[in-house]
């Protein structure tokens, strides 16, 4: 028995074809177009589609504040500073009687006068320019070769 399609029962024009046309029998005759894999393939009636791997929208995660704690932070937790007792120096009382203001260089190594330093480089000599120079340079005195 060949089953029916609703564009071959109905002919008042305002039922459309469920199956819907494709672009290769827009133009043909057939109006209700059929594979040849259908009719020799129907369809099964008791076996279900397998079932989809997508989260269902039962499961609602969890839409409140989060807390903001990391693991470091949960694990280093820090603790309860206590400031240590502050010591308060006593008042200074400055000794009575005479300091001594000596040191050990002072004792070791006594001042004595320094004598002027004598020089050691001698006095420069004014050159005194006395006669004419006459040379040839060795320029000139090559350009005769």
């Known amino acids: 028995m060949r089953n029916w399609c609703l564009c071959q029962i109905c002919t008042c024009g305002r039922h459309r074809c469920p199956h819907g046309t494709t672009r290769v029998y827009e133009y043909s005759d057939v109006s209700c177009p059929t594979t040849e894999y259908l009719e020799k393939y129907p369809k099964y009636g008791g076996?279900?589609?397998?079932?989809?791997?997508?989260?269902?929208?039962?499961?609602?995660?969890?839409?409140?504040?989060?807390?903001?704690?990391?693991?470091?932070?949960?694990?280093?937790?820090?603790?309860?500073?206590?400031?240590?007792?502050?010591h308060i120096p006593e008042e200074y009382k400055p000794k009575q009687g005479k300091i001594d203001l000596g040191t050990t260089y002072k004792r070791d190594f006594n001042p004595y006068k320094v004598q002027p330093l004598i020089k050691v480089r001698p006095v420069e000599r004014q050159q005194?320019?006395?006669?004419?120079?006459?040379?040839?340079?060795?320029y000139k005195g090559n350009l005769s070769l």
């Open 47 to 86: 076996v279900l589609p397998p079932q989809s791997l997508k989260p269902k929208q039962g499961f609602q995660a969890y839409r409140g504040k989060m807390e903001g704690i990391t693991t470091f932070k949960s694990d280093y937790r820090p603790y309860e500073i206590v400031k240590q007792p502050r």
């Open 128 to 138: 005194v320019k006395k006669g004419k120079l006459d040379t040839v340079p060795t």
